[in-house]
């Protein structure tokens, strides 16, 4: 199932709401992401975030999220699954994205959540404006997370 | 042909979407942006760092050299940021 929403989410009730009645369940993974103030990291000698504004593109954000939604369920035996991302502008704290996966066994569910979340980086359209005390700055990409999801990629091609 | 602009890109061009009737002897994206740099200095900052850009027509990522139908949709923006 894939959200794409300007409100906040609650991970207990989606996680219910997604399980309920479903006894095959054995394991939940999840993944929930955070607005990051990257001046908390010295290492980064960012300035401080006060807040930002996710953009996305209607229509496509939607069907990236629900084509790699399908591969995650190709790929691994799972029972449900959700993504929920948040557009819109939030503040250092907030929840931004949220994956789950659900399967008989742990491991289909671990594996498929950190799929997810690398692929989602590379693909959904969202774009991170955030407000610093000098003004706004675009998010540049990361080619960590370019890395992180190729590596699904190579796991492929070894199969 | 419906045209989509994001992020900084919408910024620089100036608008977020718009209706366009290119020339029929463009038929690629990058003619299309070549086209779409004659008309104007937002356009031309638009696409000066074409390493920045990434496209998609009708929802999909596709390379530059894809080709395109008057019908289309075609979107401009740079590498994705969410998650």
């Not at chain 2, 602009?5 to 020339?23: H, I, M, N, S, V």
Request: proline share 5%; glycine share 8%.
């Amino acid at each position: 199932m894939i959200k794409v929403q300007r409100e906040d989410f609650d991970l207990g009730r989606e996680i219910d709401a997604l399980t309920r009645g479903r006894h095959g369940i054995g394991g939940v993974a999840s993944f929930v992401g955070l607005v990051r103030d990257l001046a908390g990291d010295p290492s980064t000698g960012a300035q401080a975030v006060r807040s930002m504004t996710l953009e996305h593109y209607p229509g496509m954000t939607e069907k990236q999220l629900a084509d790699i939604e399908a591969e995650a369920h190709r790929r691994w035996k799972l029972d449900a699954s959700l993504i929920i991302h948040r557009y819109g502008r939030l503040d250092p704290g907030d929840r931004i994205v949220l994956v789950v996966c659900a399967s008989p066994h742990r491991q289909a569910a671990l594996e498929a959540c950190a799929f997810l979340i690398d692929w989602l980086k590379t693909k959904a359209p969202f774009w991170k404006l955030e407000e610093t005390p000098t003004g706004a700055e675009w998010v540049d990409a990361r080619e960590a997370d370019d890395a992180a999801a190729a590596r699904w990629r190579r796991d492929q091609a070894a199969e | 042909m419906k045209l989509l602009y994001f992020a900084w890109l919408r910024q620089r061009t100036g608008k977020g979407e718009e209706d366009l009737t290119p020339p029929a002897s463009v038929a690629t994206v990058v003619e299309l942006v070549e086209w779409l740099k004659t008309l104007g200095p937002g356009y031309m900052r638009a696409f000066s760092e074409m390493k920045s850009v990434r496209v998609a027509v009708n929802q999909e990522y596709v390379p530059f050299t894809y080709k395109i139908n008057s019908g289309d949709e075609v979107a401009f923006f740079p590498p994705v940021t969410g998650g």
